[in-house]
């Protein structure tokens, strides 16, 4: 019988994974991936736009991104987009699209991210544990008004701890993959 509790802690949970995901597709790791520019967004006529609804954003070699609107006009809004955030990386205009090159990563900066991946990966384990006491508490509430009884309660408390180490080991094996992808040259 799945349990409304476990039910929400478990959509929780995945919602976290998802936000790490998010978190460590902006890291760049001397690769050139689309998803590096998915935070960025173009002045475009007045309206902040996602630079991904202005420009198709391809992979044409392996550090290589190449950006092509669909309007040309935008191309300047774009290209000032792209200096003004955090990237780091100077966009080439041609005048029909821009290319931005990413650097190799040097040994160090390798570290400084990976040490970053672990910071965020501790970050998300916080609000899993977070979640497990928010779902522990719901529980102790249902007990506490007599929906459920104390044996209930108990093997709620170890089904939520269950679901609880599943996230923090997917959260763990997310962010190894992510550092072994940074640490390999």
């Given at each position: 019988m799945a349990n409304p509790i476990i039910d929400k802690a478990n959509e929780r949970f995945k919602h976290s994974h998802e936000a790490l995901g998010r978190e460590f597709s902006a890291i760049r790791a001397g690769r050139a991936n689309a998803s590096l520019l998915d935070r960025i967004e173009v002045d475009y006529y007045g309206a902040p736009t996602p630079l991904n609804q202005l420009a198709s954003i391809t992979v044409p070699e392996a550090r290589v991104l190449l950006i092509s609107p669909f309007d040309k006009s935008s191309i300047k809004e774009i290209e000032r987009a792209i200096n003004e955030s955090d990237l780091g990386i100077n966009p080439a205009n041609d005048g029909s699209v821009i290319r931005l090159v990413i650097p190799a990563l040097t040994e160090e900066t390798r570290r400084e991210l990976a040490?970053?991946?672990?910071?965020?990966?501790?970050?998300?384990?916080?609000?899993?544990?977070?979640?497990?006491?928010?779902?522990?508490?719901?529980?102790?509430?249902?007990?506490?008004?007599?929906?459920i009884t104390e044996d209930e309660l108990k093997s709620l408390e170890k089904d939520i701890q269950k679901a609880t180490d599943d996230a923090v080991k997917k959260i763990d094996s997310m962010t190894n993959e992510k550092e072994k992808e940074l640490l390999t040259v």
């Open positions: 040490k970053e991946v672990k910071k965020l990966g501790e970050n998300a384990k916080v609000a899993i544990r977070n979640i497990r006491r928010d779902a522990m508490d719901d529980a102790k509430k249902q007990e506490k008004n007599k929906e």
